[in-house]
């Protein structure tokens, strides 16, 4: 599965941004997926996850509240709603894709996940 990640850009602080993404090559519709960042002198970590039915999904704490993740099988496309953005989100999103349809807290691990996108920028500005 290649994963495409995109709509990042330069929003102020207490605005919103969509992000999205798109599965080709096979369909990642039996997966969880999932959105991690990286900000600047960071490591990664996770965002936000959703299973294969788009029903369970998981947020870091840091998150919660203020972005929601979901997914439509139909078109092989993953979104992450943010609102509230604050400063601190500056970082590049990664979506990827879950060995498997459901994982709860493990979601927490990017080692579950075996397919990555190439990133999509987001700043927000105070």
């Known amino acids: 599965v290649q994963l495409q990640a995109s709509g990042g850009g330069l929003v102020q602080a207490g605005g919103s941004l969509r992000l999205s993404c798109a599965a080709s090559?096979?369909?990642?519709?039996?997966?969880?997926m999932g959105w991690f960042r990286r900000a600047p002198g960071k490591d990664r970590e996770f965002v936000a996850a959703?299973?294969?039915?788009?029903?369970?999904?998981l947020y870091a704490d840091s998150v919660k509240g203020r972005f929601t993740i979901s997914r439509d099988n139909a078109k092989n496309m993953v979104y992450l709603q943010m609102n509230s953005l604050k400063p601190e989100d500056t970082a590049i999103y990664y979506c990827?894709?879950?060995?498997?349809?459901?994982?709860?807290?493990?979601?927490?691990?990017?080692?579950?996940?075996?397919?990555w996108g190439q990133g999509t920028l987001v700043t927000v500005s105070s």
């Open positions: 990827a894709k879950d060995r498997t349809e459901y994982r709860g807290t493990a979601w927490r691990r990017e080692q579950n996940f075996d397919s």
């Open positions: 090559g096979r369909t990642a519709s039996n997966y969880g």
């Open positions: 959703v299973d294969w039915s788009g029903i369970l999904t």
